[in-house]
């Protein structure tokens, strides 16, 4: 994440200031403010009957970790376009949103520092998976075989499914 020392509208050096009850980094010559928000990420929990696609991530942070298709929410798209977006792009294949899962906070502490992320269940409707260059594999997984610190995040989420949730 981007550390200003100097303010970034008019050159000059930031100094701490307690603003709004925290302390920040801000310009005494024009007022602006280093306010930290978090990055808004959507992430897919991608069912195929009662599969979850995972990808194994080829770049960090958490390089080689499985995990759900997911990617950062760009300028002028809604969180449900960038969660299918970021699932084409990562596994090649396409789905429909299902469901709003949950908005939680997450730190990454390898890069991008604090991020919001907005979750769906999305059911998959072409299981033709192509990773992309950022992936190192794709593929779908039954309940049993995921990862424990994935059932965990979603634990809630899988017991749905195997209750036999409306995705077929």
């Not at 000059?12 to 024009?30: E, M, Q, V, W, Y």
């Not at 969660?83 to 709003?100: D, F, N, P, W, Y």
């Amino acid at each position: 994440m981007k550390e200003y020392n100097y303010c970034p509208i008019c050159g000059a050096p930031l100094h701490a200031g307690f603003i709004d009850g925290k302390t920040r980094k801000c310009c005494s010559n024009c007022d602006f403010v280093d306010y930290k928000n978090p990055l808004p990420v959507a992430l897919a929990v991608a069912v195929k009957g009662k599969q979850l696609l995972l990808i194994k991530r080829g770049i960090p942070p958490k390089k080689g970790i499985w995990a759900s298709p997911s990617g950062f929410i760009e300028s002028g798209e809604t969180s449900e376009q960038a969660c299918l977006r970021e699932l084409k792009e990562e596994t090649g294949t396409s789905g429909e949103i299902v469901k709003l899962i949950g908005i939680a906070r997450r730190e990454d502490k390898e890069i991008y520092g604090d991020m919001l992320i907005v979750q769906y269940l999305v059911k998959v409707t072409d299981d033709k998976l192509i990773p992309n260059d950022e992936v190192e594999d794709a593929r779908f997984f039954n309940i049993p075989e995921l990862p424990s610190y994935y059932t965990n995040l979603f634990q809630t989420t899988i017991a749905e499914i195997q209750e036999e949730l409306p995705l077929q």
